[in-house]
Nanobody, 121 residues
Framework: QVRLVESGGGLVQAGGSLRLSCAAY????????MGWYRQTPGKQRELVAK???????DYEDSVKGRFTISRDNAKNTVSMQMNSLKPEDTAVYYC???????????????WGQGTLVTVSS
């Protein structure tokens, strides 16, 4: 069993900053990729940023230069620093982990419960 627990969402004014954190719990041997997705009502969930166990990162174009993703492989945590926030960043942000190895069982994908980020104009 694997659980992802997010923290750090909230309300912030445009131009402000927030830091999201996510911890993976369970008897985890390895997590390939960890990342953050976001979703607004009526829209599909979209990738915001992801990072591999080797440190390679990928960002959605609109957040490049504003958001920074990082992870601690030893602690199975991933964080995302969000600066210069805009009202269009308002969404529920979900932590994601891909190819999670627990003993001999591999979980293709695990999701957190989501945390709301609201950016006021």
């Amino acid at each position: 069993q694997v659980r992802l627990v997010e923290s750090g969402g909230g309300l912030v004014q445009a131009g402000g900053s927030l830091r999201l954190s996510c911890a993976a719990y369970g008897s985890i041997s390895r997590i390939n990729t960890m990342g953050w997705y976001r979703q607004t009502p009526g829209k599909q969930r979209e990738l915001v940023a992801k990072i591999t166990s080797g440190g390679s990162t990928d960002y959605e174009d609109s957040v490049k230069g504003r958001f920074t993703i990082s992870r601690d492989n030893a602690k199975n945590t991933v964080s995302m620093q969000m600066n210069s926030l805009k009202p269009e960043d308002t969404a529920v942000y979900y932590c994601n982990a891909e190819n999670v190895l627990v003993f001999t069982r591999q979980y293709p994908e695990v999701w957190g419960q989501g945390t709301l980020v609201t950016v006021s104009s």
